[in-house]
């Protein structure tokens, strides 16, 4: 037992030392492993960012050569199109050289037919003076044919106004003082009552007996008017000023026409010529009494003849 305790006390220890040595030498390892490891890592890095870099510059490369074959091509078009224009302003020129010698052949015939034109302007000008003259002449003789024209009118007139005063007169002595006929102006007045029942348009017998008598004398009359005076006898219709609503005339208009019409058609029932005769509606638009009476309405409701030219 003692000699095994010396013995151990003895002998030498090399654990130590070796486990140290070989920490060192895992350390050193881990420590290389480390550095080819991160040196690996930056250089995948650096080596993933230059194909990055090499790819962005062939595409940049890709698009300048497309670029480049664009601008060729519009290089090449606008030359194409530069030879063109200039090829055409040669033809141009050419074309322009020609045309300026044969206008230059041309203006001796220019000069000949300028000649010409005035000599024919020359001619124009003696012919419009000796019509200017002529027209000048034509212009006093229609004057004077105006003048001629307006006596003419002048006495057909007073010829037609002399006629139209002894129609007046002969009618004045033929009916008298009728209560129911009226001179206005220059047309006699005949009251609706006398002629017509109440808003109707047919003739009453009392009312066919005048107008017969003024037919008779209208006939009398106008034998004696010469042929080229040319007269009509118009029939004005008037109202009152109340409307009229019937199933037979819708208003004063309907009913003031009817009335002249039935007497233009008595008139030349009797032998006037219808070429001489006109009837007018005016309804109650032309009162002679504004007021609103009974005595206005009556005088209001009325037909009017008159000789007059058309």
């Known amino acids: 037992m003692f000699t095994l305790t010396r013995r151990g006390r003895n002998t030498v220890n090399v654990w130590p030392a070796f ?32 194909d990055r870099a090499l ?12 670029t480049l074959a664009l601008e060729r ?10 030879r063109a224009t200039l090829a055409e302003r040669e033809a141009k020129l050419e ?10 052949e041309a203006l001796g015939r220019l000069d000949r037919q300028v000649a010409a034109l005035r000599e024919q302007i020359a001619r124009l000008n003696a012919a419009l003076e000796a019509s200017e003259s002529t027209v000048g002449k034509q212009k006093v003789e229609i004057a004077r044919l105006g003048e001629r024209l307006n006596v003419a009118l002048a006495r057909k007139v007073e010829e037609l106004q002399r006629y139209r005063s002894e129609f007046f007169g002969r009618l004045r002595q033929l009916l008298g003082k009728h209560p129911s006929i009226r001179i206005a102006g220059d047309r006699f007045v ?21 107008l017969a008598q003024l037919a008779t004398t209208l006939k009398t009359v106008t034998r004696t ?5 040319n007269w009509i006898l118009r029939i004005d219709g008037h109202t009152d000023r109340r409307p009229i609503r019937t199933p037979q005339f819708a208003s004063n208009w309907e009913l003031s026409t009817a009335r002249a ?45 008159k000789l007059t030219q058309p």
């Open 190 to 210: 005949f009251q609706s009552e006398l002629l017509f029942p109440s808003g109707e348009a047919t003739l009453v017998p009392e009312g066919e007996r005048q």
């Open 19 to 50: 486990v140290d040595a070989l920490a060192s030498v895992v350390l050193v390892l881990i420590f290389m492993l480390l550095v080819f490891v991160l040196g690996q890592f930056l250089m995948g890095t650096t080596l993933a960012g230059r």
């Open 73 to 82: 091509k519009q290089s090449e078009t606008l030359l194409s199109e530069l």
């Open 225 to 229: 008017i010469p042929e080229d005076i």
């Open 95 to 104: 074309a322009q050289g020609g045309a300026l010698a044969e206008r230059g």
């Open 55 to 66: 790819a962005e510059l062939n595409r940049q490369v890709s698009e300048l050569a497309r």
């Open 261 to 305: 019409l039935s007497v233009v058609r008595f008139l030349a029932a009797q032998g006037i010529p219808e070429k001489r005769l006109a009837a007018a509606g005016f309804g109650e638009h032309y009162p002679l009494d504004p007021a609103n009476t009974a005595a206005a309405y009556a005088r209001n409701r009325r037909i009017e003849i």
